[in-house]
């Protein structure tokens, strides 16, 4: 092993570059079975993110179903999910473009299958499933023909021999979910919500029967409510229709068996998620009486057997601490998988022998462990005397130490959603910095998913406020035990992760420089110029609106520039809806006034979150040369600069 160099934290030449990252990545999702083949989508980066559908068949050979210009992608309650459908070897997927559905026979080119609608987009498809026995597709549809201020979502049957002919079965409530077809065809379940419930927060739960003219019969209530999030309701094999619920303050399993709710397995873990996506799956049927599911305890993500019979739940080995889009067959069970040392990759096991099989990685690199920062997960004391969660990576790179007496420098990261969690996954992007001599601190703030319903709810009423805590508190932390050098304390986050960055820039003082990727600095535009989904999320965050305006206003970084002390830098996707490019642009105004460093990078083409290879390497690249210039060490490669204004007054 040679000797290691001593170098600043922060000037270590790492192995780990922005090229790499986006050259050799692929994002990896959405499984589905048909018969022996296996089906996933790929995102690629390389082809402007174009999600491609792929299918490997027994014999281990793969190919591209969907060719280009063709984009599997729906932009359904706008963050998608869900975008494809298999039955017996022939696809039914949503075009990215123009939003309508295609059919794809195998070897076959794409066939239009539903219009556009009035204009283009119109009418956007999600969450589809067969109804063999009538031949048509049951869906999620989000019509916005109707010129009102939101659009109607309402669940229908699309005759598959004529595409126009469509039906609405289900109508009335705000949104819908998982429409299910029992195994005989003769019954739907179907999640609904409606504003101001995010899915997360409350859910119901209906089935109703098909009557002969291929509608739906009255509907029957089955569960959930406006305190109760159901999730991934699923019929076995023989017919029952079994769920997730948060009833009990954590995402356990039931069914409804003869009219009665049946718990499965109750403990302090989750084996929901929440619904930020169509088609998301935590578990699958192997057979009538056993059920493969994954869940979660302390960030860390289980496989697992459940016996419906005995209630008995067993754990199955795997080297992943993050799995999702479980699917099951006989004997096998396919997913989505990473450690923190293994990027997402789409396995196969046998479920009578456990051997694994890896189908796809999202990156073929070989990466040597002694450049890793292995997460190691942390509880922190934060406000209230509660307790806070997060991964704290170390900086590592094998060939480099620090002078002595030197502290790293650390970059906070704030997930976004808020509803959301971070991963314990392998995460180039992290090991980008931790390679280079950063600390990183990944917080799992309160609000966060994975850690029960009461934790979830500490951000109500409360966004900018715990979360803030959570993540200055956690920094503080890893100051107190000489982990990180508090003068050289950075926040970073995107979109929602973007709002408490800028909370914690502007309402406090503990962090030195921050980096916001599409973040929220005012409240009361979000409230009133966002999308369906999220139009109402904010009533439980902060308040309702305009009720509670003197919140809103109170709590967006936007009104207090004034109180901005530290340099700050911007990435902003030009065409973004969620997160309009004019709050940055406020934002980078008043920071330029008063001569703070400050740099604004705008990406032309990018929506919320970047999916071009060349952006998100820029972006990478670019919030480190800034914390060079602010933080004064020198960078071990050559950056292309960022124009940062006022970096000479700093």
Same mark, same amino acid.
């Given at each position: 092993?040679?000797?290691?160099?001593v170098?600043?934290?922060?000037?270590?030449?790492?192995?780990?570059?922005?090229?790499?990252i986006?050259?050799?990545?692929?994002?990896?999702?959405?499984?589905?079975?048909?018969?022996?083949?296996?089906?996933?989508?790929?995102?690629?980066?390389?082809?402007?993110?174009?999600?491609?559908?792929?299918?490997?068949?027994p014999?281990?050979?793969?190919?591209?179903?969907?060719?280009?210009?063709?984009?599997?992608?729906?932009?359904?309650?706008?963050?998608?999910?869900?975008s494809?459908?298999?039955?017996?070897?022939?696809?039914?997927?949503?075009?990215?473009?123009?939003?309508?559905?295609?059919?794809?026979t195998?070897?076959?080119?794409?066939?239009?299958?539903?219009?556009?609608g009035?204009?283009?987009?119109?009418?956007?498809?999600?969450?589809?499933?067969?109804?063999?026995?009538?031949?048509?597709?049951?869906?999620?549809?989000?019509?916005?023909?109707?010129g009102?201020h939101?659009?109607?979502?309402?669940?229908?049957?699309?005759?598959?021999?004529n595409?126009?002919?469509?039906?609405?079965?289900?109508?009335?409530?705000d949104?819908y979910?998982s429409?299910?077809?029992s195994p005989?065809?003769?019954?739907?379940?179907?999640?609904?919500?409606?504003?101001?419930?995010?899915?997360?927060?409350?859910?119901?739960?209906?089935?109703?029967?098909?009557?002969?003219?291929?509608?739906?019969?009255?509907?029957?209530?089955?569960?959930?409510?406006?305190?109760?999030?159901?999730?991934?309701?699923?019929?076995?094999?023989?017919?029952?229709l079994?769920?997730?619920?948060?009833?009990?303050?954590?995402?356990?399993?039931?069914?409804?068996?003869?009219?009665?709710?049946?718990?499965?397995?109750?403990?302090?873990?989750?084996?929901?998620?929440?619904?930020?996506?169509?088609?998301?799956?935590?578990?699958?049927?192997?057979?009538?009486?056993?059920?493969?599911?994954?869940?979660?305890?302390?960030?860390?993500?289980h496989?697992?057997?459940?016996?419906?019979?005995?209630?008995?739940?067993?754990?199955?080995?795997?080297p992943?601490?993050?799995?999702?889009?479980?699917?099951?067959?006989?004997?096998?069970?396919?997913? #989505?998988?990473?450690?923190?040392?293994?990027?997402?990759?789409?396995?196969?096991?046998?479920?009578?022998?456990?051997?694994?099989?890896?189908?796809?990685?999202?990156?073929?690199?070989?990466?040597d462990?002694?450049?890793?920062?292995?997460?190691?997960?942390?509880?922190?004391?934060?406000?209230?005397?509660?307790?806070?969660?997060?991964?704290?990576?170390?900086?590592?790179?094998?060939?480099?130490?620090?002078?002595t007496?030197?502290?790293?420098?650390v970059?906070?990261?704030?997930?976004?959603?808020?509803?959301?969690?971070?991963?314990?996954?392998?995460?180039?992007?992290?090991?980008?910095?931790?390679?280079?001599?950063?600390?990183?601190?990944?917080?799992?703030?309160?609000?966060?998913?994975?850690?029960?319903?009461?934790?979830?709810?500490r951000?109500?009423?409360?966004?900018?406020?715990?979360?803030?805590?959570? #993540?200055?508190?956690?920094?503080?932390?890893?100051?107190?035990?000489?982990?990180?050098?508090?003068?050289?304390?950075?926040?970073?986050?995107?979109?929602?992760?973007?709002?408490t960055?800028?909370?914690?820039?502007?309402?406090?003082?503990?962090?030195?420089?921050?980096?916001?990727?599409?973040?929220?600095?005012?409240?009361?535009?979000?409230?009133?110029?966002?999308h369906?989904? =999220?139009a109402?999320?904010l009533?439980?965050?902060?308040?309702?609106?305009?009720?509670?305006?003197?919140?809103?206003?109170?709590?967006?970084?936007?009104?207090?520039?004034?109180?901005?002390?530290?340099?700050?830098?911007?990435?902003?996707?030009?065409?973004?809806k969620?997160?309009?490019?004019?709050?940055?642009?406020?934002?980078?105004?008043?920071?330029?006034?008063?001569?703070?460093?400050?740099?604004?990078?705008?990406?032309e083409?990018?929506?919320?979150?970047?999916?071009?290879? =060349?952006?998100?390497?820029?972006?990478?690249?670019?919030?480190?040369?800034?914390?060079?210039?602010?933080?004064?060490?020198?960078?071990? =490669?050559?950056?292309?600069?960022?124009?940062? =204004?006022?970096?000479?007054?700093?």
């Amino acid at each position: 092993m040679t000797e290691q160099q001593v170098a600043p934290f922060g000037s270590w030449k790492s192995p780990i570059t922005s090229d790499l990252i986006v050259s050799e990545t692929i994002g990896l999702g959405a499984v589905a079975l048909d018969g022996e083949d296996v089906y996933w989508i790929e995102m690629r980066p390389g082809e402007g993110g174009r999600n491609v559908l792929v299918r490997q068949t027994p014999d281990g050979q793969k190919v591209d179903v969907t060719s280009s210009p063709f984009n599997v992608r729906t932009r359904a309650n706008e963050y998608g999910g869900g975008s494809f459908v298999v039955h017996q070897g022939t696809v039914y997927f949503s075009n990215f473009a123009d939003q309508c559905l295609y059919r794809q026979t195998l070897g076959g080119e794409p066939q239009q299958l539903t219009s556009p609608g009035t204009t283009p987009s119109s009418l956007r498809y999600a969450d589809a499933v067969i109804d063999q026995s009538r031949d048509h597709l049951i869906c999620v549809r989000e019509d916005h023909t109707g010129g009102g201020h939101e659009p109607t979502n309402t669940l229908v049957s699309i005759n598959l021999q004529n595409g126009e002919d469509v039906q609405v079965l289900v109508s009335g409530s705000d949104f819908y979910s998982s429409p299910r077809l029992s195994p005989d065809g003769s019954q739907l379940a179907w999640l609904s919500w409606n504003h101001p419930n995010m899915p997360w927060d409350g859910t119901d739960l209906w089935v109703a029967s098909f009557t002969a003219d291929g509608l739906l019969g009255e509907p029957q209530h089955i569960a959930g409510g406006v305190d109760e999030s159901i999730f991934q309701p699923e019929w076995s094999p023989d017919g029952v229709l079994h769920f997730v619920s948060d009833r009990t303050g954590w995402w356990n399993f039931y069914r409804c068996a003869d009219g009665k709710i049946e718990p499965l397995c109750e403990m302090a873990a989750e084996f929901g998620l929440p619904q930020w996506v169509f088609g998301m799956s935590t578990y699958a049927f192997e057979s009538s009486n056993r059920i493969i599911c994954t869940y979660t305890q302390a960030g860390i993500w289980h496989l697992a057997r459940l016996d419906l019979t005995t209630h008995q739940l067993q754990p199955i080995e795997t080297p992943y601490t993050e799995i999702s889009s479980l699917q099951a067959a006989a004997g096998k069970v396919v997913f #989505c998988a990473a450690s923190p040392t293994q990027s997402t990759c789409v396995v196969q096991m046998d479920t009578a022998t456990g051997e694994m099989e890896v189908l796809q990685r999202s990156s073929q690199m070989e990466i040597d462990p002694g450049y890793l920062s292995i997460p190691q997960p942390i509880e922190f004391p934060t406000e209230n005397g509660l307790t806070a969660y997060a991964f704290f990576y170390p900086p590592q790179n094998r060939d480099y130490a620090a002078p002595t007496g030197e502290k790293p420098p650390v970059v906070v990261k704030s997930h976004g959603g808020p509803t959301s969690a971070t991963s314990s996954q392998l995460n180039l992007r992290i090991q980008y910095w931790t390679s280079r001599g950063f600390a990183f601190l990944d917080v799992n703030y309160g609000g966060s998913t994975g850690y029960g319903r009461e934790y979830r709810q500490r951000l109500d009423g409360q966004w900018g406020i715990v979360d803030v805590d959570d #993540c200055v508190n956690g920094a503080r932390y890893l100051a107190e035990r000489g982990e990180v050098d508090e003068n050289r304390m950075a926040i970073a986050g995107g979109s929602a992760g973007g709002y408490t960055t800028l909370c914690a820039l502007t309402f406090r003082d503990t962090f030195k420089a921050g980096a916001s990727y599409y973040g929220v600095s005012d409240l009361e535009a979000l409230a009133t110029d966002t999308h369906k989904f =999220e139009a109402r999320y904010l009533d439980r965050l902060i308040g309702p609106y305009p009720e509670r305006k003197d919140l809103y206003q109170a709590r967006s970084p936007i009104h207090f520039t004034d109180r901005l002390s530290c340099p700050v830098i911007f990435f902003q996707g030009l065409e973004d809806k969620v997160v309009p490019p004019n709050q940055a642009e406020m934002m980078v105004a008043a920071l330029k006034a008063k001569g703070l460093p400050v740099a604004y990078v705008p990406f032309e083409g990018e929506q919320h979150g970047f999916r071009r290879a =060349e952006n998100i390497k820029r972006a990478l690249d670019g919030e480190f040369y800034f914390y060079s210039q602010v933080f004064g060490f020198q960078p071990a =490669e050559t950056l292309e600069p960022v124009l940062i =204004e006022n970096l000479s007054s700093h």
